[in-house]
C-alpha cells in the first residue's frame, strides 16, 4: 500500500505513539521537563517524523495524529508531577479553528494542569498566518498553556516573532549550538542570540547538546536549559520512568 495510506492506517491503530527527551535545567543538573517526539514502526520499517508529518500535513491527517500525540504525551505526563511537558505542533494545526476548544478540552479531561504544558512551533506560521497564529496563541495562553519558538537561529530567524507573539520560550537551533566548535563567527552569533533573548526576558533551552564542552559553554552562555543526547536521547515513558526514580535516589 501507498504510505498515506499506511499512514491513516497507523493513526487510526494508534501506532504512533510518543517518545520523550530529557529536558535538564542548568541550575539544578536535574530534569525538569520532557519534549515529546512522535515515532513510527511501520510493518514494513522505522519511519522518521521528518518524512511522516510532512506527509501527514498534506494528506489532511496531522489535526488526528496532533491531537492524539498530545493526548498520550498528556497521559503519560500525568505520573511525573513536577515536570514540563513540551509537545510540537504544526502550523496546520494552530491555525485550524478547533485547535484552541480541542487542547483546552483533552486538559480538562486528563485533569492536566495547562502551565505544565508548552507547545513548541517553528515561525513558518507566524510569517505565513501571522493573525490566525496570534488569535490562537493568544487565547491558549490565557488559559495557562506556554509557547516555545522552536528551531530558533536555524530558519528565517524573525527576531521581532519572538515579543510580537508573546513567546515564553526560545529554543536555540542545533546548528547554531554545533557553530561553538568551528571559529569564532559562530560563537559570536550564538552569544549575541542569547543575549537578545535576554534582553527581552526570554528563557534559552540549548538543543542538541552532545558533548561536555557544549554543555559548559551553553551554561555559561545563559541558557538555563540543555537539550541534547549528552543529557539524555528521546525514550519511551517507562525508560524515563526509570531515569526519574533513579534520579530521586541519588538527589
Ligand atoms: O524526533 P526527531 O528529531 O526525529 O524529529 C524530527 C522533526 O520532527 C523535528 O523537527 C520535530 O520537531 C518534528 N516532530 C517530532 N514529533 C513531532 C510531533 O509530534 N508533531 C510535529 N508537528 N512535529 C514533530
Ligand atoms: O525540531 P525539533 O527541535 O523539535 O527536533 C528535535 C529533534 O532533534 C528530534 O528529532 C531529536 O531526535 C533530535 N535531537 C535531540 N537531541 C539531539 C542531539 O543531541 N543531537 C542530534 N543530532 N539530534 C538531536
Ligand atoms: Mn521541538
Ligand atoms: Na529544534
Known amino acids: 500500500a501507498c504510505l498515506e495510506g499506511q499512514l491513516r492506517r497507523a493513526i487510526a491503530d ?8 530529557p529536558l535538564v535545567s542548568v541550575a539544578s543538573q536535574k530534569i525538569c521537563g520532557v519534549e515529546a517526539l512522535a515515532r513510527w ?10 518524512v511522516f508529518i510532512p506527509l501527514a500535513e498534506r494528506s489532511g491527517l496531522i489535526d488526528d495524529l496532533g491531537m492524539k500525540i498530545l493526548t498520550f504525551s498528556i497521559r503519560a505526563a500525568s505520573g511525573w508531577n513536577e515536570l514540563s511537558l513540551s509537545v510540537n505542533i ?5 491555525c485550524n479553528p478547533n485547535f484552541v476548544d480541542d487542547v483546552t478540552d483533552i486538559l480538562a479531561k486528563e ?3 495547562p502551565h505544565r504544558l508548552t507547545l513548541e512551533i517553528t515561525e513558518g506560521v507566524l510569517i505565513s498566518n501571522p493573525d490566525q497564529a ?9 488559559r495557562g498553556i506556554r509557547f516555545a519558538l522552536d528551531d530558533f537561529g536555524c530558519g528565517f530567524a524573525s ?8 513567546f515564553d520560550r526560545m529554543k536555540l537551533d542545533r546548528s547554531l549550538v554545533w557553530g561553538l566548535d568551528d571559529d569564532g563567527r559562530g560563537s559570536g552569533i550564538l552569544k549575541a542570540t542569547i543575549a537578545l533573548a535576554a534582553a527581552l526576558n526570554i528563557p534559552v533551552t540549548a538543543e542538541g547538546i552532545e558533548t561536555e564542552t557544549q554543555a559548559k559553554a551553553l551554561g555559561a ?4 536549559q540543555l537539550q541534547g543526547y549528552l543529557v539524555g536521547k528521546p525514550m519511551s515513558a517507562q525508560a524515563l520512568d526509570d531515569l526519574l526514580s533513579s534520579e530521586r535516589l541519588v538527589a
Open 111 to 113: 485533569n492536566f494542569d
Open 221 to 224: 552562555a545563559g541558557c538555563d
Open 14 to 21: 494508534d501506532a504512533i505513539k510518543p517518545v520523550f527527551q
Open 41 to 50: 514502526h511501520s510493518p514494513t520499517g522505522f519511519v522518521a517524523p521528518d
Open 134 to 142: 496570534s488569535r490562537a496563541i493568544n487565547a491558549l495562553k490565557e
Open 90 to 94: 504544526s502550523p496546520i494545526q494552530l
Open 159 to 166: 527576531i521581532g516573532a519572538l515579543r510580537q507573539f508573546g
